[in-house]
């Protein structure tokens, strides 16, 4: 039996990490097999782009080639990690995925969201989450959460505001746009609150 994919979306600081990982954890509780992931990331290769993707000067990668190092760590994600869970029928959970790059590389950036749609395709052979869980908060109160953080991973959270306003446009719409794969949830609510109706989402 195949396994089902959930992806969790959103701005810096909307609170998605978190309710990736409690939803994690209520499934695992349920008696489901559960891989808890994240983009970039989630291999050892991977990770090591991660690195180049979020430290730095934030003009330190051009458009596209920071759409391609995105694709490049997603590409041996999904062959190593994402498609051998599904195919053991384990649920995936992954904490950015493909909206992430059509929202910083495409809206916050630029590139026609046709381009990455395209290059998506190329590198995962057209892989999309079954659900696609969108956190949506207004970008300064997402980037005033982020920043108090400090985890050494503020090279995004560095770029100018209108950046993010970009996104959090992008983000605000994407569950309009596509309903049949998207959920919008406040990120402003009560972590409580917001997990108990994304655990709603999900058993609908």
């Known amino acids: 039996m195949a396994g089902r994919f959930i992806s ?17 954890d209520r ?14 990331g989630g291999t050892e290769g991977a990770e090591a782009v991660r690195a180049l993707l979020v430290t730095g000067d934030p ?26 869970a599904l195919e053991r029928g384990e649920w995936v959970i992954c904490d ?25 395709a190329h590198v995962t052979g057209n ?8 956190m949506t908060i207004d970008s300064d109160a997402g980037l005033h959460r982020a920043r108090a953080r400090n985890d050494g991973e503020g090279r995004f959270e560095a770029h ?4 993010h ?23 402003r609510l009560p972590i409580a609150d917001l997990a108990d109706q994304i655990w709603s989402a999900v058993q609908a």
């Not at 995925?97 to 290059?119: E, H, M, N, P, W």
């Open 96 to 120: 950015r995925f493909v909206d992430s790059t059509r929202a910083y590389q495409g809206a916050g950036k630029g590139i026609a969201d046709a381009d990455l749609c395209a290059l998506h």
């Open 27 to 40: 499934l695992r509780s349920a008696g489901q097999g559960v891989v808890l992931t994240r983009e970039p």
């Open 8 to 24: 969790f979306e959103g701005g810096e600081g909307s609170g998605k990490s978190t309710q990736a990982r409690l939803l994690a």
């Open 165 to 187: 306003s970009r996104i959090a446009v992008f983000f605000a719409g994407l569950a309009a746009n596509e309903p049949q794969r998207c959920r919008a949830f406040d990120g």
């Open 127 to 134: 892989l999309w989450p079954d659900l696609t869980i969108v």
């Open 160 to 163: 100018k505001d209108s950046f």
């Open 59 to 84: 003009d330190r990668w051009t458009p596209w080639a920071e759409a391609c190092l995105v694709n490049a760590a997603r590409a041996d994600h999904v062959a190593r990690v994402i498609r051998p």
